[in-house]
């Protein structure tokens, strides 16, 4: 390997691909979820995928254990539009449910996310395979790098869900998953 790939880069970008082609009936829709590194204007509700840590298991290999957040952004104050004041929690409540739908391909304990493992690699691996459409090969040319792609594992960390800045001190409600995968670079 001529040159260190970035493992949380990597993740990112797979849980965004697979969050996004989930939610979306197959189309890999990335208006509202970003990558920890992205700087396209974010308008709210949007999804932030970000690899908080990383932790090889041998010294300079792009493998091992990546810790990461999803966060979740929201309007916390009712809009002109919403006369219900809980409207801006219930449809925050739905967008991270959502989120929570496609990590729930496991069961109901860490022993049983292989499932969830398998589709973040295939997701992640989805990305390197051009379509023959112009976005398409434009999408698998940013992300060459993910055609030996592997996630072994995934699991929640504890805690699994936390929220960003209290409610009265901010306009945006931030739910935040947390989870750490071990992603390496394999053909199988």
Not at 11 to 19: D, F, G, P, S, T
Not at 78 to 99: C, H, I, M
Request: proline share 7%; with cysteine.
């Amino acid at each position: 390997m001529a040159y260190f790939l970035n493992p949380s880069s990597k993740l990112e970008r797979a849980l965004r691909a697979l969050v996004a082609l989930q939610i979306n009936g197959g189309q890999y829709v990335i208006t509202d979820a970003f990558i920890a590194n992205d700087s396209r204007p974010r308008i709210f509700p949007n999804r932030t995928f970000a690899g908080t840590a990383f932790s090889p298991s041998k010294p300079y290999r792009p493998e091992g254990v990546v810790t990461l957040e999803i966060h979740h952004y929201f309007d916390s104050i009712a809009q002109p539009n919403q006369p219900d004041v809980d409207t801006p929690r219930v449809n925050l409540e739905a967008y991270f449910g959502a989120t929570m739908d496609v990590l729930n391909l496991g069961g109901t304990n860490d022993q049983d996310l292989q499932p969830l493992a398998a589709a973040i690699t295939q997701a992640g691996r989805w990305l390197a395979v051009p379509d023959n459409t112009p976005t398409g090969i434009r999408i698998a040319a940013d992300n060459a790098d993910m055609v030996d792609f592997r996630c072994d594992w995934v699991k929640f960390n504890t805690p699994m869900i936390t929220r960003g800045k209290p409610e009265n001190e901010s306009i945006a409600w931030v739910e935040i998953i947390h989870l750490s995968a071990y992603v390496s670079n394999a053909t199988n």
